[in-house]
């Protein structure tokens, strides 16, 4: 079992930058691709970003691409999201997910998922 635990949400106006985290326990995070996913208020869970196991190929959605950046540090368990220009729209909550194996965008192929973490951008 892999448990997941995302922090670094928040409040913060049009412009600013967060940087969200995602910790993992119980299994390592190493060997398993990691993807960032989220939810607007009455909105379907969206795909986000994710990154390979070894950091070695990354994937955004088109709305994120050039604002967020996503990476990980296995020697600490844990992939981050670098959010910056943050927009209104980016408000929502955000979620981690790990999965075995290959990347995938599809959220149905991820086994673990974290809590969420509130991110909510003024305008």
């Known amino acids: 079992q892999v448990q997941l635990v995302e922090s670094g949400g928040g409040l913060v106006q049009a412009g600013g930058s967060l940087r969200l985290s995602c910790a993992a326990s119980?299994?390592?995070?190493?060997?398993?691709?990691t993807g960032w996913f989220r939810q607007a208020p009455g909105k379907e869970r969206e795909f986000v970003a994710a990154?390979?196991?070894?950091?070695?190929?990354?994937y955004y959605a088109d709305s994120v691409k050039g604002r967020f950046t996503i990476s990980r540090d296995n020697a600490k368990n844990t992939v981050y999201l670098q959010m910056d220009s943050l927009k209104p729209e980016d408000t929502a909550v955000y979620y981690c997910?790990?999965?075995?194996?290959?990347?995938?965008?599809?959220?149905?192929?991820?086994?673990?998922w974290g809590q969420g973490t509130q991110v909510t951008v003024s305008s």
């Open positions: 119980g299994r390592t995070l190493s060997s398993r691709s």
């Open positions: 990154i390979t196991w070894s950091g070695g190929m990354t």
């Open positions: 997910a790990a999965r075995a194996g290959a990347i995938y965008l599809e959220q149905n192929r991820y086994d673990y």
